[in-house]
């Protein structure tokens, strides 16, 4: 991933906070080009390692409840560029509006829970990687209503591609069990959560480098399995 020439960047980038930012990567052009590349490696290798294992997931979806194997939903990633992101289904088929996961959510199916508890759902992101729409760790892509809702030092966070896991995915791990009222799901995302989410993802872009990326995947493998 090559960082974007800055007058070519959105709008609603060119601001004294996003500047900040932009500067300190443009001094890591070369932990972002290696990122790029172990990105490319890693995701081919984990591809051809969890094809079996996806093919029997996807069996156990489609065996258990109606509905496409693959959720696809457009998220916001690197330059606010909108792509479709992959997940295997873990909800029925419902007209329910809220995007948010709340606790104890109906909404999920029996194997839903079992791919959400250790993160399988998120295996077919493996391909969003590989094709460059995301890395390995970087901020969690957010849906547009939500990325129209950022304050100006928010839009740094997109100088980067989203990430599979990120070290607000390792703190937020049980993000659901912080939700409980679907009334004002919403609100309490955006006037809490994800404010203090943004903090720790601008900290990231400050520290990035390829060894604290990896730190970032071993503590979610820590958390997940440990």
């Known amino acids: 991933m090559f960082l974007q020439k800055w007058e070519l960047l959105p709008d609603e980038f060119h601001n004294d906070e996003v500047k900040k930012y932009y500067d300190i990567l443009k001094t890591k052009k070369t932990q972002l080009f290696f990122k790029r ?3 490319i ?22 065996a258990t409840s109606k509905g496409a194997v693959i959720f696809k939903q457009k998220r916001v990633t690197v330059n606010g560029r909108v792509f479709s992101i992959y ?3 873990t909800m029925y ?6 995007q948010i996961t709340v606790k104890n959510d109906p909404r999920i199916t029996k194997v839903g829970v079992k791919l959400r ?22 901020t969690r892509p957010e849906v547009m209503k939500y990325v129209n809702k950022y304050t100006p030092a928010m839009y740094a966070t997109l100088l980067m591609p989203a990430g599979v896991t990120s070290y607000t995915c390792v703190l ?25 989410k943004m ?3 601008l900290e990231y872009i400050e520290k990035f480098n ?14 997940i399995f440990f």
């Open 93 to 98: 088929v419902s007209q329910e509006t809220y």
């Open 172 to 196: 937020y791990k049980d993000e659901e069990e912080l939700f409980d009222n679907v009334e004002q799901i919403e609100y309490d995302y955006l006037h809490g959560v994800l404010e203090k």
């Open 87 to 89: 997940k295997f289904r």
């Open 199 to 201: 903090e720790t993802n």
């Open 37 to 39: 590349v172990l990105d």
């Open 117 to 138: 508890k250790y993160r399988l759902d998120e295996l077919p992101q493996l391909f969003n990687v590989l094709k460059g729409d995301m890395s390995f760790v970087g």
């Open 41 to 62: 490696v890693f995701s081919l290798i984990l591809i051809v390692l969890c094809l079996l294992p996806m093919l029997v997931i996807s069996i156990m979806i489609k």
């Open 210 to 223: 390829i060894g604290h990326d990896f730190y970032i995947v071993f503590l979610t493998i820590k958390e």
